[in-house]
């Protein structure tokens, strides 16, 4: 313990990154590591929400339409670099689950095929939006095991599968998938690709272009630090804006969207997969959020995501001898930004930590996640971190806890 | 003009609703009335959204979520008796054109028809909406002509027919249609009835119980002062909460939402018309414009609306003689709270009246709308408008306008 605590200090005074932990407001008394769930709040959220809701809104109403209106396509550009996308091929506009919707249903129809692959560890909600899309369509969704790499894929795609669709990285696991290997085998099947990119955007490196793939949807809520519930965002590879429509077409759609034609035209690029007007209160965080991850670098905030998982994995080791399961990868590369360890007593040990100030999140049955943002976590928040789960289960004072709340994603 | 300055004055005087207008900002050099498409920011939003950004976001981060993850159902509590409707009948989620989707996607797997009935004058996201959904059911939305009454309707509704839906007040004549004769005239037909109630939630009485109504959306944005692009809502009978399941299967709508079980099993009451996750900051302006109606009262509201929207009728009726027209009823209890005027040059009037100050809006290609907000819109400034549209047409100074700008409603 000593060990790693010494080495946080070091590592906390070589981080490029460490100015940016100034750039959010820290929660007193908090050992936050839920940011995977959701992120901290940017000082110049603060700002620059008082500025659209106390001078924009107040003060030009409904002129404040000439600048708000293209919000979702602006911070898209902005958010394209650290997703691997070009400008135009990115929308933030509406939910994760209403963007997985209009895509998943967009490949439908184009493929004609009726069914869709993903894995028994995709995130609930995909699970349930990609098997009623299916259905829909007269098809099944189809499940590969949790965490499934290209060899447990390849026998479940043929030429029924419209459309292959994966977490980037496992919202259980913290499993990185292989992008670019998995996008080809979509293709090698004749099927389209649509990434959920929810725990990668903002914390590891996504070559969408670079893999070819088709479709994605995110959320930027969490490592994006954009606040609670804002918008998510959707990528459609731009040569697929001609041919892709989408069923709920609504005027942000619309190819002349105040023209108020007879019948909807599809805009003639990414426009076309919005829906409605955007609840720009909540768009400015995510616009403030891109910019510092942007400005940051997704490649500097990947380094110092591996050094920090790695260090908390190191911390965390010795518990194995009290029924500690580390369910992460422990190869660096092939994880994402949270660490998720497996304990039968893991309701309890939540509990404790919370009540010790340490915030990680759980999910049921045994499942205990924490999550590491490069941008405000620093190496002594995951060495005290360490110390405090270590003493709660070397001495079972955890034992005495049994609180258990769920906990959104 | 002279009386109706005066008038102006008495009324303003003897206005029970006066004092609300001290609840909002209000912009300085700027004759507002646009309510019916952005409302003004009550300063109560101010301090609320100040409080969930910057102490609930800042401090207590995921914990937050704790209180914030019924807000939507909450709000639609609040909301109901606006709008005739009960307490766990009403939720704040999506946008107006998603949650139109929802519904009406939900008609027609529930009663097998094909087919969609509007009119030509109902909002055009709708009219594409329901398009899209009718046509994916193999059917069509038909079209009465616009402000269509039952007499229009009755012919067209028949075993085809899966779904009527109309706007409650048309955003263009101000038209206000028979929430009861109409609903009576699609249940009649077997079909279901489902209002869009975005131009008359906060400022009409709303009876969606003792209509028998199936399902209605709305829009928070206009008269209910939430702000721009804040969540739309819907309402869906008690009775229908069983068997209505609508395609967007995300995990707000599931049974256990916390659960993760393999497959979506819809929650038994309102729930399961959500989808994700809502965006908090953005909610809170509706939650805020919502209890300010509310505590107002929507029989005052509406009371007022009348009085104001009479004022202006009666004030531009002179210029008839100039090529004004007014599309919208004449009568009070056959409108909504916006007056629409019909002009060929509309555009330049438009902005000519912008250019001094007076912000009504403009849709294509004649119509100049004036939106009456009764909770912050006086007498006295019905009658300056009144003035100063006068002055413009009368002299001719308008003509040398010709700025033309598409607005969001």
Known sequence: MQGISARATELDRGDPLASFR?????????????????GRLPKETIRRIRQVVEHEWASELVLGWDHWLDTGLRIGDSLAPLIGANPGEVAVCDQTSINLYKLASAAMDATGRPNIVTDAGNF????????????????????????????????????????????????????????????????????MMLWDLAHSAGSVPVHLSAWDADMAVGCTYKY???????????YVRRDLHDTLTQPITGWFGHRDQFGFTASWQPAPDIRR?????PPIVSMVGVEVGVAISAEAGIDEIRRKSIELTSL????????????????TPMEGARRGSHVTLRHADGVQITAALRSAGVIPDFRAPDLIRFGFAPLYTSYQEV?????????????????????????VT
Request: hydrophobic share 40%; glycine share 12%; aromatic share 6%.
């Open 224 to 234: 994006l630090n954009a606040g609670p519930g804002a918008p998510g965002f959707l």
């Open 273 to 277: 997969f919005l829906v409605g007007t």
């Open 312 to 327: 908390f994995i190191e911390g965390v080791a010795p518990l194995a001898e009290h029924g500690v399961e580390i369910v």
């Open 124 to 191: 609930p909600s995909d699970r349930y939006v990609l098997a009623s899309v299916a259905e829909r369509s007269g098809g099944e969704l189809i499940l590969a095991p949790e965490d499934g790499t290209v060899s447990d894929l390849a026998p479940l795609i043929n030429d029924t599968t419209a459309l292959v669709s994966l977490s980037h990285v496992s919202y259980r696991s913290g499993t990185l998938a292989d992008g670019a290997a998995i996008t080809q085998l979509a293709h090698d099947g004749g099927a």
């Open 383 to 407: 060495a005290r971190a360490v110390g405090i789960l270590t003493e709660l289960i070397e001495t079972g004072s955890y034992r005495s806890f049994d609180e258990r709340r769920g906990r």
């Open 22 to 38: 100034d750039r959010f407001t820290l929660a007193e008394g908090l050992l936050y590591l839920d940011g995977n769930s959701l």
